[in-house]
């Protein structure tokens, strides 16, 4: 099976940085989308951001100007630069490809942002 895989998170100060990376464990052809969904502690999944094979993007507004979505090799890889993190980051991230009518979940990787 084809899997998603999740890498970069870790523990940073409040004001800091870090760049998750997700790629596909195997080559997955014809990706619609490519997304990093986040779950904290107590609450739901939420979407943080998308992108398209076109370049197009969309992140929630609590990340604007903060976090950049970026991919590589037809969204088989996609990246997450995260900056200026706040306590309220601190969550899971998820990252999801959709294509067809499939979808891909990776396993997470756990963000911590102390104050």
């Known amino acids: 099976q084809v899997q998603m895989r999740e890498s970069g998170g870790d523990w940073v100060q409040a004001g800091g940085s870090l760049r998750l990376s997700c790629a596909a464990s195997?080559?997955?052809?014809?990706?619609?989308?490519a997304s990093w969904y986040r779950q904290a502690p107590g609450k739901q999944r939420e979407l943080v951001a998308t992108?398209?094979?076109?370049?197009?993007?969309y992140y929630t507004d609590s990340v604007k100007g903060r976090f950049t979505i970026s991919e590589d090799n037809a969204l088989n890889t996609v990246y997450l630069q995260m900056n200026a993190l706040k306590p309220e980051d601190t969550a899971v991230y998820y990252c999801?490809?959709?294509?067809?009518?499939?979808?891909?979940w990776g396993q997470g990787t756990l963000v911590t942002v102390s104050s």
């Open positions: 195997k080559s997955i052809f014809g990706i619609n989308a």
């Open positions: 999801n490809v959709a294509y067809g009518s499939l979808e891909v």
């Open positions: 992108i398209t094979p076109g370049g197009n993007t």
